[in-house]
C-alpha cells in the first residue's frame, strides 16, 4: 500500500522528477512528449525554493540533462533554433569538458542547417569551432584540431563568397 501512495505523491525533489521524466521520455513516440517529460525537470527546479536557489553539482547535472534532452527532441522536431536556445543553457549547466564538447558538436551541427543568414551561420559556426578546437589542443586531440580549423578556413571563405 505503501509503494502506491509513493507513486502518486508529488515529487519532492528534482532527482525524482528527473527519473520520472526519464521514463515518461523513455515511453514517449513523439518529440513534443519528450519536451514536456523534461520541462517538468526545469519548470520543478524553477518553482522550488530550494532547488532554485541552491545551484548544487546533482542539480547542475540533472537540468544539464534535461535542456540537453529537450533540445535533441526540438532537432529531431525541426526546430533548430529553438534546439541551439537549449543547447546554449546546456553549456552554462555542463559540469566537464565531455559534455561541453558533445553540446558543442551537436551545435556546430544544428547551425549548419538553421534558417538563418549564411553570415549568422558562418558567424556562429566559426565561434563553436575555436571554442572546440581550443579544448580539442588542451585534450590533445590535434586530428580534431586539424579538423576544426579546417572547418573554419572553409566556412571563413564561404563568407568571403557571400559577401562579395
Known amino acids: 500500500m505503501q509503494s502506491e501512495i509513493d507513486k502518486t505523491a508529488a515529487p519532492v525533489s528534482i532527482m525524482q522528477v528527473y527519473k520520472q521524466a526519464y521514463e515518461s521520455a523513455g515511453r514517449a513516440t513523439v518529440p ?11 519548470d520543478f527546479c524553477a518553482n522550488t525554493h530550494s532547488c532554485r536557489w541552491n545551484p548544487n553539482v546533482k542539480r547542475n547535472v540533472l ?14 522536431k525541426n526546430q533548430p533554433m529553438e534546439a541551439l536556445k537549449y543547447w546554449q543553457k546546456a553549456i552554462y549547466l555542463a559540469g ?26 558562418c558567424e556562429e559556426i566559426i565561434k ?22 579546417r572547418l573554419k578556413e572553409k566556412v571563413s571563405n564561404l563568407m568571403k563568397k557571400a559577401g562579395n
Do not use: F
Open 128 to 149: 563553436l569551432s575555436a571554442s572546440l578546437s581550443e579544448i580539442y589542443m588542451q585534450e590533445g586531440l590535434l586530428h580534431e584540431v586539424v579538423r576544426m580549423e
Open 32 to 42: 513534443d512528449d519528450k519536451i514536456r517529460a523534461y520541462a517538468k525537470v526545469i
Open 63 to 76: 537540468l544539464y540533462w534535461a535542456h540537453n534532452n529537450i533540445a535533441k527532441a526540438l532537432k529531431e
Open 96 to 121: 566537464d569538458t565531455r559534455q561541453k564538447v558533445g553540446v558543442w558538436e551537436q551545435m556546430l551541427e544544428t547551425w549548419g542547417e538553421a534558417p538563418v543568414s549564411v553570415t549568422q551561420r
